[in-house]
Structure formats: C-alpha cells, structure tokens
Nanobody
Framework: QVQLVESGGGLVQAGGSLRLSCAASGGTFSNYALGWFRQTPGKEREFVAA?????????DYADSVKGRFSISRDNAKNMVYLQMNTLKPEDTAVYYCAARYYSTSRLSNAYAYWGQGTQVTVSS
C-alpha cells in the first residue's frame, strides 16, 4: 500500500512558477510510475504528466503543459516533483499525485494510489 502526500500548492500570478512535491511511503517506490493529474469543479480529472519508475526514461506530458511543466522523481527520497513554469489562469485546479506499477498511463483509472490533492490558483 502506497501513501502519497502532495504539497507546494498556492496562489501565484500568471507567468509565475510553482513546484509541487509528492512524498510517498509504503511499498517499493522505485517499482511505481508516478503521475500528476488535475481537476476543477464539475470536470473530469485531467492528466498532466507522468514518469516511469526510472526517471531516465522519457516522461509524458499533456499537450497543454508541454514545454512549461517538468516532472521528476528522486527514488532515494521517495519524492516526485512537478515544476510548473509560465503558469496560466487555466492551470488553476486541484493537483493530485498518483502511483501505479511500472508504466505510465494517461488514464486516471489506471492509477491505484492517490494523494489528497493540493490547490493551485493562478491569478490573471
């Protein structure tokens, strides 16, 4: 059983940056692919980025964040990060960290473990 706890959300102006962190415990962290999703009220949870168990392999990004967001992981610290640059008001959402065995997926229902979410608000 993997437990995930996100942190680092907050209020930022458009064009600014934030770094989200996700701390994992339980299980063997290096066996899991890690993903970030986001959700706004009344909408489905949306894929943002994901990285395989080995961050040396290519990460996957939603087109809406490609070139602005970067996902990374530190297996020694059981941490995964989402660096968000050039933020836009449409990035406003609750951001969730998620884990699944080995391979990444863009489908939220493919992930077995979820954090509680952290709010990101981008003002215009």
């Amino acid at each position: 059983q993997v437990q995930l706890v996100e942190s680092g959300g907050g209020l930022v102006q458009a064009g600014g940056s934030l770094r989200l962190s996700c701390a994992a415990s339980g299980g063997t962290f290096s066996n899991y692919a890690l993903g970030w999703f986001r959700q706004t009220p009344g909408k489905e949870r949306e894929f943002v980025a994901a990285v395989t168990w080995n961050s040396g392999l290519a990460a996957d990004y939603a087109d809406s964040v490609k070139g602005r967001f970067s996902i990374s992981r530190d297996n020694a610290k059981n941490m995964v990060y989402l660096q968000m640059n050039t933020l836009k008001p449409e990035d406003t959402a609750v951001y969730y960290c998620a884990a699944r065995y080995y391979s990444t997926s863009r489908l939220s229902n493919a992930y077995a473990y979820w954090g509680q979410g952290t709010q990101v608000t981008v003002s215009s």
